[in-house]
């Protein structure tokens, strides 16, 4: 039974929507959403989403998290709090990041009430490299580690909560690697990517892509939060998109630039602050990555409703973005052809 | 496709069955054909335009490795097969040895400086077998633009046990050219001697999967390119394996890429079974060895049978 779930990261519109969905589960008795910043749509009838959320506002990187925890009577910690972009500069995101986990997890480890702990990770920690196997399950050894950016700090968060997990082998650990977050409200490095009138991309490459729908996402953490499954889980809609196809779908055009180009194309839209480009993100622009879901899908006994070219679809037509140009005019070529 | 589709699944209203062959460019039989006088050149430009628009706005689908059967089928073995047919002449044997629907692994030899072979026998496989065949590559390949990408998209993938492992359980067949570099790049001298079997890596997955291991000997790439010398240093400096040197590289530039035609013999021999040992077998290295020491032995009892039987490389002159 959850009584009391404390969810991190609700002024992020994931993080909202999490606390949101757990609010409106009535076998929860209350949900405490937390963050350094209030949710921009507190005051502007955006707090709809957190429903009968109580916000706290508390720094993550003091130790103020485990005065809450202790003085609410928390039992399940939901951590949605990973940054993925830096919003001032690398090494506050960085902070954020790590020192925020490092304050919450020993929090929780002091704590006599906290049962459950499911955190947010991503499955950038698995690198993407030419040496890599295609598919990544959650046993594979990454071959090239992530050695900068967020993938980075995922993979410390994760070390964490490892050590958490050995520490307190009576709470249920859980630890979810989100692919690529796509929906109508993702506002992410590569929904800004996808927004651009020219796509570009890196010459010669053709990255296998995967996209998680934000529902479905909301959907594995509030089951993640209600069920005790230990573990680290991968989570992605099914199926594979490649990045021209991607492009394709948007009805945009491609630009390839020869690799070192892209990496300093990617440098100065990070100065203009248009699109974060570490070199994480070059070589997911190269190599893609591709992960086995089937752990989460026998853990749970459920599937993600939408695919990975269905939660690209839905962001599309949520953008009124799509390919009518280019198929109009490949109708009209037809029209041409078959005309006698 | 439609129309396998529609045979497959009889809808309530009696859908009508439009035979097979319909989709193989021969105009369908019955009523359409005195309505709509279609002539087989309109109905393959009528195919290509649609191939085009579902190519455009990005309607296809891609397995996880990022194969592209559509791209594969209708443009990429297009472009080889005339290779496949008129320049090398291929004609392929025992094609019954290779499972028609289930799981297995083809282990070939591998030669002719370029890996033109993968490419023959994925055509073989795909005219004569009707099954995509996924190589495992080396990893150089997917390290370089394009190549690595069409690779993807032609169904190969990293050679790498858990590729492997998950194709194999995937029943999909998968093809190995254990020689490596050391096969395709040796010397003209060496032609037709197997080379080492590098650590039987494809054995261990064979056995832990226990699909059947199809030996594949290919005859008639070891004389595309003959490989006479090698710039070993510029070769280092540039990172690749070998830079050849053969009797029209470097010497006539961009014309000493043209392979020679030698005629080609692709044969799959009889499978050997792996279901007999337990997955757990996979860690013995004893066994290990002797499966791909008798998987060796068969290829090469294999090649030189062909060998014989092809006779000359170039007839019908020497």
Redesign the interface.
């Known amino acids: 039974m959850t009584h009391t779930v404390l969810v991190t990261g609700v002024s992020r519109h994931i993080g909202a929507r999490v606390a949101g969905a757990l609010a409106a589960d009535p076998g929860i008795g209350r949900v405490i959403g937390v963050d350094t910043v209030p949710p921009p749509g507190l005051t502007r009838g955006g707090g709809a989403l957190l429903g009968r959320t109580e916000f706290v506002r508390i720094d993550l990187r003091t130790p103020d998290i485990a005065q809450v925890i202790s003085a609410e009577d928390v039992d399940t910690v939901v951590h949605m709090s990973l940054v993925s972009e830096p919003a001032k500069s690398r090494s506050t995101m960085m902070e954020h990041n790590v020192i925020g986990t490092m304050q919450l997890l020993a929090a929780c480890q002091r704590s006599a009430t906290v049962r459950r702990v499911v955190v947010r990770s991503t499955t950038a920690v698995y690198g993407s490299s030419?040496?890599?196997?295609?598919?990544f399950?959650e046993d594979?050894e990454p071959v090239d580690v992530p050695h900068s950016g967020y993938a980075k700090d995922a993979i410390e968060v994760e070390g964490y909560v490892r050590g958490f997990a050995r520490r307190r082998p009576d709470v249920v650990t859980s630890t979810l690697r989100l692919a690529n977050l796509m929906g109508p409200h993702v506002d992410s490095p590569l929904t800004r990517y996808f927004s651009q009138p020219v796509s570009p991309t890196?010459?010669?490459?053709?990255p296998?892509l995967q996209f998680v729908h934000e529902d479905d996402v909301v959907e594995v953490v509030r089951r993640m939060t209600v069920e005790d499954r230990p573990g680290v889980f991968n989570v992605s809609g099914d199926?594979?998109?490649?990045l021209?196809?991607?492009?394709?779908?948007a009805g945009r055009t491609a630009v390839p630039v020869p690799?070192p180009a892209f990496g300093l194309l990617g440098m100065l839209a990070r100065t203009s602050g248009l699109v974060d480009f570490s070199p994480e993100q070059l070589a997911l622009m190269s190599?893609?990555r591709?992960v086995d879901t089937t752990r989460l899908a026998g853990a749970l006994a459920w599937r993600p409703k939408f695919s990975t070219?269905a939660a690209f679809d839905d962001f599309l037509q949520s953008r009124g973005m799509s390919?009518d140009r280019?198929?109009a005019?490949?109708?009209w070529?037809?029209g041409l052809?078959?005309r006698r | 496709m439609n129309a396998i589709f529609a045979s497959d699944t009889p809808s309530e209203e009696g859908a009508r069955i439009i035979p097979i062959s319909a989709a193989r460019g021969t105009p369908p039989p019955g009523p359409s054909d005195e309505a709509d006088p279609t002539s087989p050149v309109d109905e393959r430009i009528a195919e290509l335009l649609a191939l085009l628009r579902r190519r455009v706005v990005g309607d296809y689908e891609v397995d996880e490795f990022g194969f592209d059967p559509e791209l594969n089928d209708k443009v990429l073995l297009e472009l080889i097969r005339p290779i496949y047919r008129h320049w090398f002449r291929v004609e392929t044997l025992g094609v019954e040895n290779v499972p028609a629907d289930s799981g297995a692994l083809v282990v070939a030899n591998h030669s002719g400086t370029l890996p033109v072979d993968a490419l023959m026998m994925q055509v073989a496989l795909h005219d004569e077998a009707h099954r995509a065949v996924r190589l495992l590559g080396a990893d150089l390949v997917y390290q370089l633009p394009v190549l690595g990408h069409l690779s993807r998209k032609t169904g190969h993938t990293l050679a790498s046990r858990e590729d492997a492992d998950r194709l194999l359980r995937k029943g999909e067949l998968v093809g190995v050219f254990p020689e490596g570099f050391k096969g395709v790049g040796k010397p003209f001298s060496q032609r037709y001697k197997l080379q080492r079997f590098g650590r039987g890596g494809f054995v261990t997955s064979a056995v832990r999967a226990g699909t059947p291991i199809v030996p594949c000997a290919i005859v008639g790439a070891e004389e595309i390119y003959p490989k006479i010398g090698d710039f070993s240093t510029l070769a280092r400096v540039l990172g690749l394996p070998y830079l050849p040197i053969t009797p029209f590289f470097p010497w006539l530039g961009p014309l000493g890429l043209i392979p020679l035609p030698s005629k080609w013999l692709i044969e799959f021999g009889e499978p050997i079974r792996t279901d007999q040992y337990d997955p757990e077998d996979a860690d013995d290295p004893m066994l290990v060895f002797n499966l791909t020491d008798q998987v060796r032995e068969a290829i090469q009892q294999q090649l030189d049978a062909l060998l014989l039987r092809r006779g000359p490389a170039f007839p019908p002159f020497f």
Do not use: E, I, N, Y
């Open positions: 030419p040496h890599a196997p295609a598919v399950t594979t890196v010459f010669g490459f053709d296998r199926g594979v998109l490649l021209s196809q991607c492009v394709r779908k690799s190599h893609g591709v070219a390919a280019p198929a005019l490949v109708d070529l037809s052809a078959t």
